[in-house]
């Protein structure tokens, strides 16, 4: 198909991109510094070292021995490796450097190592790192919007790899999560049961909290499946008695940008500027929600046909031309506030108890 009769075509069809939509997203937008504030993160001084490293080319390969598997097509040990959990395949980089080479030849995990490094980390101090498939990481990785609500998710619910917004992270059911003392208690009041807490450690996705270590929690979703298994008569019922937390919920979840699969270009959020100077002019809850929301370039050029601030902006820049009033708390603002702020006293009680 020629370009001029693709072009037609998408420009018809509304999917053509706006020949001013960069400079719109220069005056429009900016990148929030406090977005990762709530979830875990890592120094990024942190990912420098192994940046080149983890599932990357290490110079020119070496010619080591897989053994049986060294036997077998490079496309069937490219579908094994796929189906390995994020532990295996680190381990498995770490046999040898055609081990190295064979996992950076595919591209799913070149992607994951360019810029899943967070997420990768987080799995593996956490000890999640077993419970989650490389494919499951990868889906979410290329995946743009909360799989929960639609909106642009920049971050990953980590127990069950799911791409979702911050909103959703503390208020979603999905999101929920409980001490694993807990479900041990409800398992054990079942008289069909026995589980103690080290033999559900073993069934179940725990994660252990960072930095420290020290409570070790899991996903509702799994902990209604071990209630299920052990016998529990309503574990529905017992899992509604327990605090809603949202330091916790913050704990199992970290950022992770979307990466678009054909052209590998990656994105982590847009802010509007629009929505934060109507924000600093009136302090109200539906300010702040707006506010709060990010935005892939494609979604925010939606927005921005519908918010009033954003086009006032752009039109006191002159269409990109001139400067325009920048936001005072550009990068100060309190993310971490909003997706809970009518929330916040129905999950306070649980913050200040250690179970």
Request: net charge neutral.
């Amino acid at each position: 198909m020629a370009a001029s009769q693709l072009s037609s075509q998408l420009t018809a069809s509304g999917l053509a991109p706006r020949p001013d939509a960069d400079a719109i997203l220069s005056v429009a937008t900016y990148n929030r510094g406090d977005h990762e504030l709530p979830v875990v993160t890592v120094h990024p001084s942190q990912h420098d070292a192994v940046r080149s490293a983890v599932f990357q080319r290490l110079g020119r390969a070496r010619d080591f021995d897989l053994g049986r598997l060294g036997r077998l097509p490079f496309e069937i040990v490219s579908l094994i490796c796929l189906e390995l959990d994020v532990s295996s395949a680190i381990r498995f980089s770490h046999v040898n450097r055609t081990a190295r080479e064979v996992l950076a030849s595919i591209r799913e995990f070149r992607r994951l190592g360019a810029h899943a490094l967070e997420a990768l980390c987080v799995l593996l101090r956490s000890g999640l790192a077993p419970h989650v498939g490389i494919l499951d990481l990868y889906s979410a990785l290329t995946t743009r919007d909360c799989a929960l609500c639609g909106a642009f998710g920049g971050f990953c619910f980590l127990p069950t790899a799911t791409r979702c917004c911050l909103t959703c992270i503390a208020s979603a059911p999905a999101t929920q999560v409980g001490y694993l003392s807990r479900v041990a208690d409800a398992a054990s009041g079942c008289s069909n049961s026995s589980s103690s807490r080290n033999e559900l450690e073993r069934q179940l996705p725990v994660l252990h909290t960072l930095p420290d270590s020290r409570r070790r929690i899991v996903a509702v979703e799994h902990a209604l499946g071990a209630l299920r298994q052990s016998g529990v008569e309503d574990p529905e019922a017992a899992v509604c008695r327990w605090p809603d937390s949202l330091t916790l919920r913050f704990q199992a979840a970290t950022s992770l940008p979307f990466v678009e699969r054909v052209t590998g270009a990656a994105e982590s959020g847009l802010s509007c500027k629009g929505c934060q100077l109507a924000f600093e002019r009136d302090f109200s809850d539906d300010h702040l929600e707006l506010r709060d929301r990010f935005y892939s370039r494609s979604g925010f050029l939606e927005h921005f046909d519908e918010c009033e601030a954003a086009q006032k902006l752009w039109s006191s820049s002159q269409q990109g031309t001139a400067p325009v009033e920048e936001p005072q708390w550009t990068g100060l603002g309190r993310t971490f506030t909003a997706p809970c702020g009518r929330r916040r006293s129905s999950l306070a009680r649980s913050e200040a108890s250690d179970y």
